[in-house]
C-alpha cells in the first residue's frame, strides 16, 4: 500500500539539513546564552544568527524579532500583550470569525478581562473585507488581528489594504503568518504590520520555535516572567536547537520558495480538477487566491471524520478542520462563517501538499478518494436525510 502524507497545514517532517543542522546544539554546543562563559557565549551567537535569517526572510531588524516555543503562544503575547499595555488608550479589539483557535480563545478570555472584540464576519470564500476592518475602528481600538492565510481553507487574506487602513488609523495591526511564512513573500514594511506570527514546524522545521516580529516602538507586556530572556519580553532558557533548526529551515524555504510554489500550484490545482470531478463535491476557500499548497473539499451526504479514518486505511494522511480542534466532533466554525450549511461543513476534507508530494501521490489519491466517496455514501444516514 502507498503511503501519501497529505497533511502539511497541520505539521511538517523536519528537513534533513534542518537536523544536520540542529545535531551540534544538542551536545556540543549546548550552552545557555545567558552563560558569560565560552559554551554560553557559542549558544548566544547561534541564536543571533537565527534571529538575523528569520528578520531578512521578512525584511525586519534583527532586534524586532522575539523567539517564543510556539505560534499559539506568539498569538496569546500579542493580543494580551498589547491590549494590557495600551489598556489606558483603549479597549477594543478587532478580529474575523476565522481566526486560529488560539486568537478566538484569547480575545474570549480578554472579554472577561473588561475588554470589547468585534469579531469581523467573512464572504463565501472566507475573505474579510477591508472596508468592514475601516468601518469597525474606533476612537478606543488599539489592535486589530487577521491571519494572513486560513489554516484551514487556505484563503489568502488581504492584509496589505488592512495594515494601510491600520496605519492611516493608527492601530496595531498583528497577523498570524503560521501558515504563510516560507510559502509566500513577506515584507513587513511594504504591508505595514506591526506584529506578525510565525512558526517553525509549519515549514520544515522541529516542533518548540516560533517567533513574534515585534516592530520597533510596538508598546506591549510580557504574559511570562522570570528571567531577562529576549530582552525581557519572553522568560525562558532559549531552545537552541529548535531555533538554530527553524532558522535553517527557514533559509532553505526562501530559497526554494518561488520554484517550490509554482510546483505544488500545479499539484494542487491537479488535485482540485480530480476531486470536483466526484458528484456533489465543492471547493471550500478561494478558488485562485489560496495558499499554494491547500486544498479543502465538502462532499454531500458523508462525514469528514469518516473520510479521514477511511482514506488513512488506504495509506493517505488527511484532515477535517484544524489540527488543532480534530478531536472535536464538532463543524469547522471556518467552514460556517463562510455560509455553509451545517451538512457540508460536517463533510469538509483538507488535503495540503508539500516538498515531498509528487504528481504519483496526487494520482493515488484521485484514484482511491472516489472509491472512499462511493463505499460511504452507501452506508451514510445523511443520503436519506438530505438527498
Known sequence: MRKVYMDYAATTPVDPGVIEA???????????????????????FALEESRETIAKAIKAENEEIFFTGSATESNNLALKGVAFA?????????????????????SKWL???????????????????????????RKDTILVSIMHANN???????????????????????????????KLDI???????????????????????ACLYLKKGTRIEPILHGGGHEKGLRA???????????????????????????????????????????????????????LPNNTNFSFS????????????????????????????????????????????AHSSLRLSLGIWTDEEDVDYVLEVLPEVIERLRKISPFRSRFG
Open 22 to 44: 540542529m545535531l551540534p546544539f544538542f551536545n556540543e554546543k549546548f550552552g545557555n546564552t545567558m552563560s558569560l562563559h565560552r559554551v554560553g557565549q557559542e549558544a548566544k
Open 86 to 106: 495600551n489598556r489606558k488608550k483603549g479597549k477594543h479589539i478587532i478580529i474575523s470569525q476565522i481566526e486560529h483557535p488560539c486568537v478566538m480563545k484569547s
Open 111 to 137: 472579554e472577561d478581562q473588561g475588554f470589547e472584540v468585534t469579531r469581523l464576519p467573512v464572504d463565501q470564500y472566507g475573505l474579510v473585507n477591508p472596508a468592514d476592518v475601516e468601518r469597525s475602528i
Open 152 to 182: 484551514e481553507i487556505g484563503t489568502i487574506e488581504p492584509i496589505k489594504e488592512i495594515g494601510k487602513i491600520c496605519s492611516e488609523k493608527g492601530v496595531y495591526f498583528h497577523t498570524d503568518a503560521a501558515q504563510t511564512f516560507g
Open 187 to 209: 515584507d513587513v514594511k511594504e504591508i505595514s504590520i506591526d506584529m506578525l506570527t510565525a512558526s517553525s514546524h509549519k515549514m520544515y522545521g522541529p516542533k518548540g520555535a
Open 236 to 290: 525562558s532558557t532559549v531552545n537552541i536547537p529548535a531555533i538554530v533548526g527553524f532558522a535553517e529551515a527557514t533559509k532553505i524555504c526562501m530559497e526554494e520558495m518561488e520554484t517550490e510554489g509554482r510546483r505544488t500550484m500545479v499539484l494542487r490545482d491537479k488535485l482540485i480538477d480530480g476531486a470536483l470531478n466526484i458528484e456533489n463535491s465543492t471547493l471550500n476557500g478561494h478558488p485562485s487566491q489560496r
Open 301 to 344: 451526504f458523508i462525514e469528514g471524520e469518516s473520510m479521514v479514518m477511511l482514506l488513512d486505511s488506504y495509506g493517505v494522511s488527511a484532515s477535517t478542520g484544524s489540527a488543532c480542534s480534530s478531536e472535536k466532533l464538532e463543524p469547522s466554525y471556518v467552514l460556517l462563517s463562510t455560509g455553509l450549511p451545517l451538512q457540508l
